[in-house]
């Protein structure tokens, strides 16, 4: 079996920022311990807390000596129900009047809930159904009005405040960002994000949009679009190829489709970005009960086992980093699970990729050379991040990618694509000295010994023009 160097991962680990995890300290601990990409859930996030958190990111980062990527994830537009005096406790059979506009009287033997989308009584159809909190509480849609939906309860539960609603099958008219939204991503453009994930993508045009907004303030952040309702996965392929990058948002999902069809969902999405060469993580509930447990539970292990199976970029965790009792434990159990699975991956060249331009296919090959070669790897230089972010796309296993870049922007986004491990280096007007430059840095930090062969991908210049090469180099 071919020796891949030490800690060096496939699959990459995002971690999100919570009160268990954002002191120095933990910070210190989940970059050492190789976290890949920090998340920011701007569900209930301050402009205060963005900023402080970047920067102790950033600084903890460097203290480390590790770089990691930021990900900013906007709200977005959601449907939820107004504020409650007190909890209400619902029982099968009670009736509830969801109230979109204006004052609705109380009638006898309902309770009115006032929810934030005024478009519900079109929409809804009767017979219909409405989940509430996470799709713990079903109602059925019985009467509607211009301004109220009268709904029978399905599955009983406790009402609180502003409780998030899903409509199964209903395309709701929402706006692709809200002003919170906008407001929070200038903060976070300043504090420098790198990535911002875009919630409930239904279309193409959510993801222009935003594109339109990072563009009009200067930002170089890429769009990671999360499909989380049945328009996303509707339209996945026009949105993978509109974005940067895919999230498989299980939580929302699997409540917006039939729970067995969220495997073959999950699927279908991997399957597209390989096919378009883009980042794809697996995020919600990948390890939920280690909240409150030390260990795992059997199937969790199956779940992280078969996201890497299916080679997926990155494994997400969040409510087990951010107000879980064992933030490090989980990470452990991903690297151990990532570290298990990963010697067991099919070797094949990704065939699902179109490879057009002549470029491409010389990747194609320089990733061939390198699994013949055997325990050797890939040397590109990038400035935008393509070449490796499409030698990562090929998937070829026990083939380290090391991408050099002298951009810092893509330095750090560079940590996601499956397979690359990014360098920030300094390129040298002549293209030779990059290179040792390059090799010289391998070894300086362990990466390759001497005599390791490598395939570098590089241009060179030859009367006056740019001639793309392939090379074999081996560490002096």
Same mark, same amino acid.
């Given at each position: 079996?071919?020796?891949?160097?030490?800690?060096?991962?496939?699959?990459?680990?995002?971690?999100?920022?919570?009160?268990?995890?954002?002191?120095?300290?933990?910070?210190?601990?989940?970059?050492?311990?190789?976290?890949?990409?920090?998340?920011?859930?701007?569900?209930?996030?301050?402009?205060?807390?963005?900023?402080?958190?970047?920067?102790?990111?950033?600084?903890?980062?460097?203290?480390?000596?590790?770089?990691?990527?930021?990900?900013?994830?906007? +709200?977005?537009?959601?449907?939820?129900?107004?504020?409650?005096?007190?909890?209400?406790?619902?029982?099968?059979?009670?009736?509830?009047?969801?109230?979109?506009?204006?004052?609705?009287?109380?009638?006898?033997?309902?309770?009115?809930?006032?929810?934030?989308?005024?478009?519900?009584?079109?929409?809804?159809?009767?017979?219909?159904?409405?989940?509430?909190?996470?799709?713990?509480?079903?109602? +059925?849609?019985?009467?509607?009005?211009?301004?109220?939906?009268?709904?029978?309860?399905?599955?009983?539960?406790?009402?609180?405040?502003?409780?998030?609603?899903?409509?199964?099958?209903?395309?709701?008219?929402?706006?692709?960002?809200?002003?919170?939204?906008?407001?929070?991503?200038?903060?976070?453009?300043?504090?420098?994000?790198?990535?911002?994930?875009?919630?409930?993508?239904?279309?193409?045009?959510?993801?222009?949009?935003?594109?339109?907004?990072?563009?009009?303030?200067?930002?170089?952040?890429?769009?990671?679009?999360?499909?989380?309702?049945?328009?996303?996965?509707?339209?996945?392929?026009?949105?993978?190829?509109?974005?940067?990058?895919?999230?498989?948002?299980?939580?929302?999902?699997?409540?917006?489709?039939?729970?067995?069809?969220?495997?073959?969902?999950?699927?279908?999405?991997?399957?597209?970005?390989?096919?378009?060469?883009?980042?794809?993580?697996?995020?919600?509930?990948?390890?939920?009960?280690?909240?409150?447990?030390?260990?795992?539970?059997?199937?969790?292990?199956?779940?992280?086992?078969?996201?890497?199976?299916?080679?997926?970029?990155?494994?997400?965790?969040?409510?087990?980093?951010?107000?879980?009792?064992?933030?490090?434990?989980?990470?452990?159990?991903?690297?151990?699970?990532?570290?298990?699975?990963?010697?067991?991956?099919?070797?094949?060249?990704?065939?699902?990729?179109?490879?057009?331009?002549?470029?491409?296919?010389?990747?194609?090959?320089?990733?061939?050379?390198?699994?013949?070669?055997?325990?050797?790897?890939?040397?590109?230089?990038?400035?935008?991040?393509?070449?490796?972010?499409?030698?990562?796309?090929?998937?070829?296993?026990?083939?380290?990618?090391?991408?050099?870049?002298?951009?810092?922007?893509?330095?750090?986004?560079?940590?996601?694509?499956?397979?690359?491990?990014?360098?920030?280096?300094?390129?040298?007007?002549?293209?030779?000295?990059?290179?040792?430059?390059?090799?010289?840095?391998? +070894?300086?930090?362990?990466?390759?010994?001497?005599?390791?062969?490598?395939?570098?991908?590089?241009?060179?210049?030859?009367?006056?023009?740019?001639?793309?090469?392939?090379?074999?180099?081996?560490?002096?």
């Amino acid at each position: 079996m071919t020796q891949l160097p030490h800690n060096y991962r496939y699959t990459k680990i995002i971690v999100t920022l919570g009160p268990a995890t954002e002191s120095v300290e933990k910070l210190s601990q989940m970059i050492s311990a190789g976290v890949d990409i920090i998340r920011l859930n701007m569900a209930h996030a301050s402009e205060q807390w963005v900023r402080e958190s970047i920067a102790r990111i950033r600084q903890v980062s460097v203290e480390v000596g590790r770089p990691v990527a930021i990900m900013m994830d906007i +709200k977005g537009p959601e449907i939820r129900t107004g504020d409650l005096a007190t909890p209400v406790e619902l029982r099968m059979g009670d009736r509830i009047r969801l109230v979109v506009s204006g004052t609705v009287p109380q009638r006898d033997g309902e309770l009115n809930i006032s929810v934030n989308y005024p478009q519900l009584p079109r929409d809804i159809v009767l017979g219909g159904t409405v989940l509430v909190d996470s799709g713990m509480i079903r109602l +059925k849609a019985l009467e509607k009005d211009q301004l109220s939906v009268l709904c029978e309860v399905l599955t009983p539960g406790k009402l609180s405040s502003r409780r998030h609603i899903n409509l199964p099958g209903v395309e709701v008219d929402l706006p692709a960002l809200t002003e919170k939204d906008v407001k929070d991503l200038r903060v976070g453009i300043d504090a420098g994000i790198d990535f911002v994930a875009l919630s409930f993508v239904r279309r193409a045009a959510d993801v222009h949009e935003l594109k339109g907004l990072l563009t009009g303030l200067g930002s170089k952040a890429r769009i990671i679009a999360k499909i989380e309702e049945q328009s996303g996965v509707k339209n996945m392929r026009e949105i993978i190829r509109a974005s940067d990058g895919i999230m498989v948002a299980r939580g929302d999902l699997g409540i917006e489709i039939d729970y067995h069809r969220l495997p073959i969902v999950q699927k279908e999405l991997v399957d597209g970005c390989l096919a378009e060469a883009k980042p794809v993580i697996i995020a919600t509930q990948l390890l939920e009960s280690m909240i409150t447990s030390p260990m795992p539970t059997r199937a969790e292990i199956s779940d992280v086992s078969n996201a890497i199976r299916e080679q997926a970029d990155a494994v997400m965790l969040s409510g087990e980093t951010t107000t879980g009792a064992y933030p490090l434990e989980s990470i452990e159990v991903l690297k151990n699970i990532i570290n298990s699975i990963q010697p067991t991956l099919d070797g094949a060249i990704n065939s699902r990729i179109v490879l057009e331009e002549p470029k491409t296919k010389m990747l194609r090959s320089a990733a061939v050379l390198a699994q013949e070669l055997g325990s050797s790897g890939i040397v590109v230089f990038t400035r935008s991040g393509f070449l490796a972010q499409m030698l990562g796309a090929l998937r070829a296993r026990n083939v380290p990618i090391y991408a050099f870049t002298d951009v810092e922007t893509t330095f750090r986004q560079l940590v996601l694509p499956w397979g690359v491990e990014p360098f920030l280096l300094e390129f040298s007007d002549d293209p030779e000295q990059t290179i040792l430059d390059a090799l010289a840095c391998l +070894k300086q930090k362990k990466w390759c010994q001497s005599g390791t062969w490598l395939v570098v991908v590089t241009h060179v210049v030859a009367n006056h023009k740019v001639i793309e090469t392939m090379q074999l180099r081996q560490i002096s």
